[in-house]
């Protein structure tokens, strides 16, 4: 870093310029009242300095290094605080998308199937069946060809089922 | 300088973040409830979770009555942006006539009415179509619609639902707290889309209980069937038919004619009318079935017995004002249990004057009459049973003979229990199961002795193997019951008759009952609209489908015996008795006549000569040939020839005893086998 310019700390304007002191016997020699006073800074004179710094090594700073890896560790762990508390609310509305698109589709599904049970009666209907049956000219049996299967001996009386 | 500046930016920033937390603390504190309600209103949507009416089963589980979701649309006709253009574009979209939807859509918004349905029950395609147009004024609502699968099978026993799916007849009416359930509540957070993110069931939704019927939906299409075809037969104008257990008081079957569809709103007042259930709601005097009755309460209360003999007085009685005729052939004496088998008015109204009004009264109550069954069904007729103070001077006599009497289809099968089982009034059930619940039997009410119980079976098989209920015969079972025949009273002219009630209540087996069942056709005509003609054949079909649905053994052999040995067994009296296979014609059936006394000079009326009984005549032609016709041609061709015919089963005539061209003779019966 450069060093501040002396002059920017300069609050007085330059003493005259002094010419080697020759101590006179003489009296003090006498201001020249047609001299005009110096003018701010006008001794000074600015130029380029040719700096040549290619053999300049910046210096590795040990304490830069572990100070951006704290920051980049800190940051790393602030990030995933923030993802551990935002993810699982992420997961969970989407997982409620899925739970209520799952549950709209269990009501259609138990929907179809009421109305695939309404089909199944309808075809059973015993008015249904009947007309079917004359049509294959099925008849009721009569009361003759019916054999109940279990053995009753003779002579024993009705037994009713439940 | 520099501090100075750097003040003035931490005051600066101080300011504003302290205005940033004050606004903090403002929305989140002090204003926290305002947008949480807010935020609740936008993202949250309350939806009404249906409860689905509960089904209403047969006792084997087959549905008779459900509900199947259903989705409508419906439009505001005010939010309509273009009338022609989007009710064709909805019509195209519901498949319906855009003219029609137009004209439906322009009356409503000229009327100022903001709701309108377009159409109810659309396809799941349709109400995808209809979402997917996303418009604002176009609503689905989903819904539930009751359907009745089998149309018309049971309809009175279920009744049906209005539009709001509340039941507004029968089992739906009577059962609808159960049968409705109680819908929930759900709170569901939607996203900017409306899609569901999450759901809260605030209130959950029951489901109605689903309720097993005792009804079994294969003997019940039967019952309808037969019934219907009875009545068309005969010309009735309405019939029904009651099949129970005895035991336990199971209605199996509940048919009533005419029937109704419940999936169809009534439309015409024929349609309302035929909603009425004849079986339980529409009482008519019983006539001679009432007679079981009568010869109960003698068994119980007098020394009166089967065989004790009973003076009919010739065929003709003289009440106070009244004259009583058996139109059989007269009879002098009969045993008690032959004139409930030939169905003596006269016997009857002897056996009635033994008994006597209290105990008489007495004996009608206890086996149910004049009160309610308890059936869950709305609309059941308690039939008519005057109080004593209240008889006339020939009330014992009426009642004994089943006149002065109201009673239901359901009161018979109840009473007939009674002998059938041993004796216990039975109270009628409809229901088995309330959801998974069985529920319990009341506990019954002895009305007679077990003794007077088989002693009257005994007697009722009488009736179908002589007497009147002989085509109640059943092949393979014995069978016990009582037939029917009361004459319609006009209340306009105040005048009985010859319309009948013609009914028959019976049971099988007799030994140890299973089934009991009863069938009445109302509005029978002429000799041939006797309960034993028009009723007892209706019996035979259900009953034998019955217990074969029961798989009841059967108790007889199938080959009926042989007219030698019957003829054997049997006890000869004055009459003359048919027995298999070729009886006597069941010409008439117990019938009274309620003529006004004729004054003469002396006022004294004397008794008519009994007439001679029929017996079997020589040859009268030839047997005709039935096969390939129908039941309804053979009748009326054995009719227009006045040959008897015993008909079996149903469909075109099959085979025939004797056969055609064989020698026919008078008073034989023909008997013809029918099969579809």
């Known amino acids: 870093m450069a060093t501040q310019p002396a002059f920017l700390t300069r609050t007085e304007t330059p003493a005259r310029i002094a010419v080697p002191a020759v101590r006179l016997d003489s009296a003090r020699a006498e201001r020249d009242p047609f001299q005009l006073r110096a003018l701010p800074h006008e001794d000074v004179f600015f130029y380029c300095k040719k700096i040549d710094n290619s053999r300049l090594v910046r210096e590795a700073d040990p304490r830069a290094g572990s100070a951006c890896w704290k920051v980049i560790g800190a940051a790393g762990l602030v990030l995933a605080l923030f993802t551990g508390v935002l993810a699982p609310r992420v997961a969970n509305t989407v997982a409620g998308y899925k739970l209520e698109a799952l549950r709209v589709e269990a009501q259609t599904l138990a929907d179809e199937r009421r109305t695939l049970e309404l089909e199944e009666a309808q075809r059973l209907s015993p008015e249904r069946l009947d007309k079917l049956a004359q049509g294959q000219n099925l008849v009721t049996p009569t009361a003759s060809q019916v054999v109940h299967l279990e053995n009753k001996g003779e002579g024993k009386v009705a037994m009713v089922k439940k | ?220 299409f039967v019952a309808e069937r037969e019934i219907a075809a009875a009545v068309k037969l005969h010309e009735a104008t309405s019939g029904s038919v009651v099949v129970m257990k005895p035991y336990d008081g199971q209605i199996l079957a509940m048919a009533s004619y005419p029937p109704y569809d419940p999936n169809q709103p009534p439309e015409s007042e024929s349609d309302v009318a035929a909603r009425s259930n004849h079986a339980m709601g529409v009482p008519f005097e019983p006539g001679s079935c009432f007679k079981v009755i009568t010869l109960s309460a003698a068994l119980e209360t007098t020394k009166l017995r089967p065989d004790t003999p009973i003076n009919c007085h010739g065929g003709v009685l003289v009440l106070p004002g009244r004259i009583i005729h058996d139109s059989h052939a007269g009879f002098g004496f009969l045993p008690m249990d032959m004139v409930l088998a030939h169905s003596s008015n006269i016997g009857a109204i002897e056996i009635g004057r033994t008994v006597g009004r209290a105990a008489m009264y007495d004996y009608v109550r206890r086996f149910g009459f004049g009160q309610k069954t308890g059936v869950p069904l709305p609309g059941e007729s308690k039939g008519r049973l005057r109080a004593i103070p209240q008889w006339g001077t020939t009330s014992l006599e009426s009642i004994s003979m089943g006149q002065e009497v109201s009673v239901t289809t359901l009161q018979l099968a109840r009473a007939v229990s009674v002998v059938a089982n041993g004796g216990l009034l039975v109270k009628p059930r409809l229901v088995l199961k309330q959801g998974d619940q069985t529920l319990p039997i009341e506990p019954p009410v002895r009305a007679i002795k077990p003794e007077t119980a088989i002693t009257m079976r005994q007697m009722m098989e009488g009736v179908v193997l002589v007497g009147t209920g002989k085509e109640a015969r059943l092949e393979g079972y014995t069978s016990g019951g009582k037939t029917g025949s009361a004459q319609i009273f006009d209340f306009a002219t105040r005048h009985y008759t010859h319309t009948y009630n013609g009914s028959f209540m019976g049971f099988a087996p007799v030994t140890n009952p299973a089934v009991v069942v009863v069938v009445t056709l109302n509005g029978t005509r002429g000799n041939g609209g006797f309960g034993g003609v028009v009723a007892a054949p209706v019996f035979k079909v259900v009953a034998t489908e019955a217990l074969r649905i029961l798989d009841v053994p059967k108790d007889l052999p199938d080959d009926p015996p042989s007219k030698t040995l019957l003829a054997a067994s049997q006890v000869l009296d004055d009459v003359s008795i048919a027995d298999l296979g070729s009886g006597q014609p069941n010409i008439l059936e117990d019938r009274d006549d309620e003529e006004p006394v004729a004054p003469q000079a002396d006022g004294f009326v004397g008794p008519v000569a009994p007439a001679a009984p029929v017996a079997q005549g020589p040859a009268a032609g030839t047997v005709p040939n039935f096969k390939g016709m129908t039941l309804r041609a053979v009748l009326m061709e054995a009719a227009a020839k006045g040959i008897p015919v015993q008909p079996d089963g149903s469909g075109v005539a099959r085979v025939q005893n004797p056969p055609p061209g064989s020698v026919w003779h008078q008073g034989e019966r023909i008997r013809v086998q029918f099969a579809r």
Not at chain 2, 75 to 103: F, G, I, Q, T
Not at chain 2, 106 to 118: E, I, M, P
Not at chain 2, 167 to 173: L, S
């Open chain 2, 1 to 220: 300088m520099v501090e100075r500046r750097l003040v003035w930016l931490a005051g600066i920033v101080l300011i504003w973040g302290g205005a940033i937390f004050g606004k903090l603390v403002a929305l989140q504190v002090v204003h926290h409830q305002e947008y949480v309600t807010k935020a609740r209103a936008r993202q949250e949507e309350v939806v009404e979770l249906r409860a689905q009416r509960g089904a209403i089963l047969d006792r084997t589980g087959h549905p008779l009555a459900m509900s199947v979701p259903t989705e409508s649309v419906f439009v505001d006709p005010l939010k309509v942006p273009s009338l022609e253009l989007d009710s064709d574009l909805l019509a195209h979209e519901l498949h319906l006539d855009p003219a029609e939807l137009y004209r439906r859509i322009r009356t409503a918004h000229d009327n100022h009415r903001g709701f309108l349905w377009v159409k109810r029950g659309i396809t799941p395609q349709e109400a995808e179509d209809v979402r997917s147009l996303k418009l604002e004024w176009i609503h689905v609502d989903t819904g539930s619609e009751r359907h009745y699968p089998n149309a018309t099978l049971a309809a009175h026993v279920l009744g049906g639902v209005d539009f709001a799916e509340k039941g507004n007849g029968g089992i739906e009416k009577a059962l609808d707290t159960q049968l409705h359930g109680a819908p929930g509540e759900a709170r569901i957070l939607t996203d900017v889309r409306r899609r569901g993110i999450d759901e809260l069931v605030s209130t959950e939704a029951h489901a109605g209980a689903s309720i097993t019927l005792t009804i079994d939906e294969r003997l019940q």
